[in-house]
C-alpha cells in the first residue's frame, strides 16, 4: 500500500500568513494527489486535484504542486473561515490513502 | 443541485451487521464510480470501498474485507454499504462520496452517518 504522510501535523498562524503544507508519498503516484479540507463536524470538501487544479468554486489563495512523491499545498493568505484541517490523497491506485491531516490553527 | 445523502447509521453489538445507504441526486449516478469513506472519533479520514460505475467491479481496504460488501442500485440511484461481523474499531462516520473525473477525487460527499459498535 502507498503511504501518505504530511507535515506538520498542526500548525499555528495568523489571518494574512502564507501557509505551506506538504504531502509525501512512500512511491511514484504522478500527479494523483488531491487535498481536502474538513471543518469539525462536517464533511470534507475538495480543494485541489491532480496535484494542482482547482475544483470548481475553491478561491484561489489556494494553490497546490508537486509530482511523483512530493506536493505541496499553499494558502497565499490565510482567512478566517481556513482554520481547518487538511488532508492530502492518493488516488493512484487502490487503496486510496489519506494522509494523517495537518490541524490549521489560529495564533 | 449535487446531493449526496447516507442512512442507516445507529447503535450495534459487535459481531452485528447493518447496511448503510446513499440517496443521490442531482448528477447521473450510473456513469460515476462511488466510495465509501469513515472517520473514527477524533481521527482522519479512513479509505473503506470504491464501486464501478456499473457496479461491476469493487474495491475494499483490507480492514473490512470479507465483512463488508459495496453495491449500488443505479435504477433507485442508491449506493449501499453491508457491514457484518461489526467490530468496535468500525466505530465511525460513514460519507459516501462521488469520483469526479479522470483522477478520481471525490468530488462530492455526503454529511455522513453515525456507526457506533458497542455492547
Known amino acids: 500500500d502507498i503511504q501518505m504522510t504530511q507535515s506538520p501535523s498542526s500548525l499555528s498562524a495568523s489571518v494574512g500568513d502564507r501557509v505551506t503544507i506538504a504531502c509525501r508519498a512512500s512511491?511514484?503516484?504522478?500527479?494523483?494527489l488531491n487535498w481536502y479540507q474538513q471543518k469539525p463536524g462536517k464533511a470534507p470538501k475538495l480543494l485541489i486535484y491532480a496535484s494542482s487544479s482547482l475544483h470548481s468554486g475553491v478561491p484561489s489563495r489556494f494553490s497546490g504542486s508537486g509530482s511523483v512523491t512530493d506536493f505541496t499545498l499553499t494558502i497565499s493568505s490565510l482567512q478566517p473561515e481556513d482554520f481547518a484541517t487538511y488532508y492530502c490523497q492518493q488516488t493512484y491506485t487502490t487503496p486510496r490513502t489519506f494522509g494523517q491531516g495537518t490541524k490549521v490553527e489560529i495564533k | 443541485e449535487v446531493q449526496l445523502l447516507e442512512s442507516g447509521g445507529g447503535l450495534v453489538q459487535p459481531g452485528g451487521s447493518l447496511r448503510l445507504s446513499c440517496a443521490a441526486s442531482?448528477?447521473?449516478?450510473?456513469?460515476?464510480?462511488m466510495n465509501w469513506v469513515r472517520q473514527a472519533p477524533g481521527k482522519g479520514l479512513e479509505w473503506v470501498s470504491t464501486?464501478?460505475?456499473?457496479?461491476?467491479?469493487?474495491y475494499h481496504a483490507d480492514s473490512v474485507k470479507g465483512r463488508f460488501t459495496i453495491s449500488r442500485d443505479n435504477s433507485k440511484n442508491t449506493l449501499y454499504l453491508q457491514m457484518n461481523s461489526l467490530r468496535d474499531e468500525d466505530t465511525a462516520v460513514y460519507y459516501c462520496a462521488r469520483n469526479g473525473g479522470t483522477w478520481y477525487a471525490f468530488d462530492i460527499w455526503g454529511q455522513g452517518t453515525m456507526v457506533t459498535v458497542s455492547s
Open positions: 512511491q511514484s503516484i504522478s500527479i494523483y
Open positions: 442531482g448528477f447521473t449516478f450510473s456513469s460515476s464510480a
Open positions: 464501486i464501478s460505475g456499473g457496479g461491476g467491479d469493487t
